[in-house]
């Protein structure tokens, strides 16, 4: 495993209220990943970042915004939740960007009602 | 077209059955190309990483078709552990991108 947690795993939350869902590694990877997975989409790339404070947009990056301090830690934010981001949210560690693997954590389930 | 299409299934199986899945990307700069494994509500983990020459590990075999722009994965011997979503992931080099599928549900049935 590649010492990856997430925190919260499972989280119900309000409509219009700011949820906050944190990835924390253990490895020192260079790069970090938020995706989200839906039914009959797969994994979709929210937010990424290849550095602390370095950081870019996904596919799906509206109403998500991320920040990384540390090499460790990579939070992603719903700035005011709606139930379109009900999801599995799951976090990604890679080492350098060609060639490697990636590892995911064991993903945070929210709802948003 | 999606830049990573996959069957999504289920294939139903028995036991001891040969079961092959296919993935066609559509970007032609895809340079590298992985089956990813996922069990119900737990997240993706890695099974294996497909070569240009094809690969081999234990009862699963990767193939890599880049003129037809497809990878494929054949399982022999199917055990009901092998039961699972299979992802097929291809990396852009350019942009660091990672694509995933939407996986292919394989049900392996006693």
């Known amino acids: 495993d590649a010492g990856i947690t997430q925190s919260p795993r499972h989280k119900v939350t309000e409509t219009g209220t700011p949820v906050t869902l944190r990835c924390h590694q253990t490895?020192?990877?260079?790069?970090m990943y938020w995706y989200r997975q839906d039914p009959g989409h797969g994994l979709r790339l929210i937010h990424y970042?290849?550095?602390?404070?370095?950081?870019d947009k996904g596919e799906v990056s509206d109403g998500y915004s991320v920040s990384r301090s540390k090499t460790e830690d990579f939070l992603l934010t719903l700035e005011s939740a709606t139930s379109s981001q009900t999801s599995v949210y799951f976090c990604?560690?890679?080492?350098?960007?060609?060639?490697?693997?990636?590892?995911f954590g064991e993903g945070s389930w929210l709802t948003v009602v | 077209r999606k830049e990573v299409e996959q069957d999504p299934g289920p294939f139903n199986v028995p036991e001891g059955a040969t079961v092959a899945f296919n993935c066609t990307y559509s970007n032609s700069a895809s340079q590298s190309f992985f089956w990813y494994r996922q069990d119900c509500r737990k997240e993706p983990k890695l099974l294996m990483s497909v070569y240009s020459s094809g690969n081999e590990d234990g009862r699963f075999t990767a193939q890599l078709n880049r003129a037809s722009q497809y990878i494929s994965l054949l399982i022999r011997d199917s055990k009901l552990s092998d039961s699972a979503t299979y992802l097929c992931v291809v990396n852009w080099e350019y942009g660091n991108k990672l694509v995933f599928g939407a996986g292919t549900i394989l049900r392996v049935k006693s």
């Open positions: 990604a560690t890679r080492p350098t960007s060609s060639g490697n693997t990636i590892y």
């Open positions: 970042s290849y550095g602390v404070k370095d950081t």
């Open positions: 490895e020192n990877h260079r790069y």
